[in-house]
């Protein structure tokens, strides 16, 4: 049958570098450092009347764009209903006009 064929590790060529060897070193222990001063609390946030005027703007934009797709998306769900009643109908009336010529 089909065996596959095994890769085999090419050995290294150019330099090699012999492993570094670590010595371990003593830890002396530093003097104690005072903990951090606090970070000042965050700084409250002045909205200027153009700066509310843009943020007012900008909803209102972003509500106007959400409504018209959504709007878009129930027109579209109602003209596909419309389509399949109107489909609907007309296959029930061609059955209907195909039973009574038998």
Aim: a positive charge.
């Amino acid at each position: 049958m089909l065996r596959p064929k095994i890769p085999t590790m090419p050995t290294p060529t150019g330099h090699v570098t012999p492993p570094v060897v670590v010595e371990p070193t003593a830890v002396v222990p530093a003097a104690q450092t005072p903990p951090p001063a606090p970070a000042p609390s965050r700084s409250v946030v002045q909205l200027t009347p153009g700066t509310a005027l843009a943020l007012v703007g900008g909803g209102t934009a972003v509500v106007l764009v959400v409504g018209a797709v959504l709007v878009s998306m129930l027109l579209a769900v109602a003209i596909t209903g419309v389509s399949v009643a109107v489909c609907a109908v007309v296959l029930r009336s061609l059955l209907a006009s195909e039973t009574k010529r038998c």
